[in-house]
């Protein structure tokens, strides 16, 4: 009779473990972009944030739910695919408002105008949103030809999670364009680390197909190395720390 209780009791504390593990991977992922979300809608400045960090989510999250129609894996990495996505589609949308309203330049810039130089920095909110529906469809198609070939499935689901993998690049390049981290959320890199930490060890746990847990060991290096810049840029200043526009509150987050 007690050995059965202890067994019921340990099955309940596994499920709740695996629940609350779960729960962790489909929203622990969007928690990071809360801080950095607040700041851009405090100080009406998006500058510090880089824009292609939501293009590299959205293409990689695309890509995952596509690859899960040729090779299963875990359901909450499905959902938290589709979390990301709205959540990356919420930044866009903030970021392309406050840029509209502060910049001088007049001329729109739209999707449909196909013009390279412009990609990604469009006027509309709209626009970004097509681009999205157009990539998914055309990627889709692809996806649907070419599913029976396990070349191509495992070859895409290499090609999410790398893509993935490369999230912080955009803003590691940002930082050493600007030569300056101001402007970005140190939380929201600090919280990057410590999920795709955990994301990996959930990875390796779980026995996901090997992509998940290489790209995720790579992620890891590139939030040290933003991790790095703040603390470089914050020793050694490259230039004086200016740059609002009519805020007198500094757009880093401490």
């Known amino acids: 009779m007690e050995d059965e209780m202890f067994e019921q009791l340990m099955y309940v504390l596994n499920q709740l473990v695996t629940w609350i593990a779960a729960g962790a991977m489909v929203f622990g992922g969007v ?18 944030f880089s824009t292609y960090v939501c293009l590299v989510l959205l293409v990689a999250n695309i890509l995952r739910i596509l690859f899960r129609f040729g090779r299963y894996f875990e359901t909450p990495l499905l959902w938290q695919s589709i979390v ?14 406050v840029r509209v309203a502060t910049e001088l330049q007049t001329k729109r810039r739209s999707f449909t105008d ?4 412009h990609f990604w920095s469009w006027s509309r909110f709209v626009d970004y ?9 055309s990627a889709a198609y692809v996806t649907y030809l070419l599913l029976d070939s396990s070349v191509f499935v495992e070859s895409l689901g290499f090609l999410a999670v790398f893509t993935e993998a490369m999230l912080g690049m955009p803003q590691l390049y940002c930082n050493y364009q600007n030569k300056s981290t101001e402007g970005m959320s ?11 930490t955990f994301k990996t060890g959930y990875f390796l746990l779980t026995e996901a197909p090997v992509q ?27 230039k004086p720390v200016s740059h609002t526009v009519s805020h007198t509150t500094s757009t880093k987050a401490l």
């Open 114 to 117: 196909f013009d390279w130089s």
């Open 186 to 196: 140190i939380k929201m890199v600090m919280m990057w680390t410590s999920g795709d």
């Open 212 to 238: 998940f847990w290489t790209c995720g060991l790579l992620q890891v290096g590139v939030d040290v190395a933003i991790l790095f810049q703040v603390y470089y840029y914050s020793r050694y200043p490259q």
């Open 84 to 97: 990301m996505i709205a959540t990356m589609l919420i930044m866009l949308d903030l970021c392309t408002n």
């Open 129 to 137: 949103l097509q681009c999205v529906v157009a990539f998914t469809l």
């Open 31 to 48: 928690v990071p972009y809360i801080p950095q979300y607040r700041d851009i809608r405090r100080t009406q400045n998006a500058e510090g």
